[in-house]
């Protein structure tokens, strides 16, 4: 189940082509989408219910990232008193500024319990590839060839990306520019993503803990 890294083609983002209007509108419906998600992964940490199937076993994968979420975090709680102290006398900039920083404060918290309390996912009903609160992909045993540890080096990758084509397209889940688990499918399949629907024929993402991973998916495959 290990091989050893590969360098990959050149990294391809997901999503339609747009100009203009249509860019825009696009960028809103994401925006609006991710502030949502955001959202949902806050009210999910107070409930105490991370998101992982009854039987199955959490995988975190944001290790590389958090500490950096962190400290973004904290900046951005330190700046509204800053801010206030700096503009308290001044009610008409004050209140928008305080909003606005509030507002970033929830969104970086958003974005850091959506990685939390979405792990990937290892159970008896097949693996559930997780990207903060937006990304679900669910891979049912029966359309799952191998699974590998392979990292593959994406260097400069979104977070979701591309490579290969027809029917030797493969999604990527990278973080900090590479993936280590590469996950083959029977037969070309269709993902429903936020940016789009692809088909791909292999799925790559990346694990805080691969020899865990391998180990919980050795449980239900050989």
Do not use: C, K
């Not at 891979?139 to 080096?153: E, K, N, T």
């Amino acid at each position: 189940m290990t091989q050893t890294a590969a360098r990959d083609a050149e990294p391809r983002r997901l999503g339609p082509d747009l100009r203009g209007a249509d860019r825009l509108r696009h960028g809103i419906r994401r925006g609006t989408a991710m502030e949502a998600a955001g959202w949902r992964s806050i009210g999910r940490a107070i409930s105490g219910r991370p998101r992982v199937p009854r039987g199955a076993s959490g995988f975190t994968y944001d290790r590389p990232v958090r500490t950096i979420l962190i400290v973004f975090l904290v900046l951005s709680a330190v700046e509204i008193p800053i801010i206030d102290l700096l503009v308290h006398g001044i009610p008409w900039l004050r209140w928008p500024l305080m909003a606005l920083g509030v507002w970033g404060v929830l969104t970086m918290l958003g974005m850091l319990l959506g990685y939390l309390t979405r792990p990937h996912a290892v159970g008896p009903d097949g693996i559930r590839v997780r990207h903060g609160g937006e990304v679900d992909i669910d891979l049912p045993w029966d359309v799952i060839a191998s699974v590998q540890r392979r990292r593959h080096s994406l260097s400069g990758a979104p977070q979701l990306s591309l490579t290969g084509s027809g029917d030797e397209q493969a999604l990527n889940h990278v973080i900090q520019d590479h993936a280590e688990i590469e996950i083959t499918l029977e037969q070309p399949t269709l993902l429903q993503l936020p940016q789009g629907d692809v088909t791909v024929s292999t799925v790559r993402i990346s694990v805080d803990d691969p020899a865990g991973f391998l180990d919980a998916v050795r449980t239900h495959i050989p």
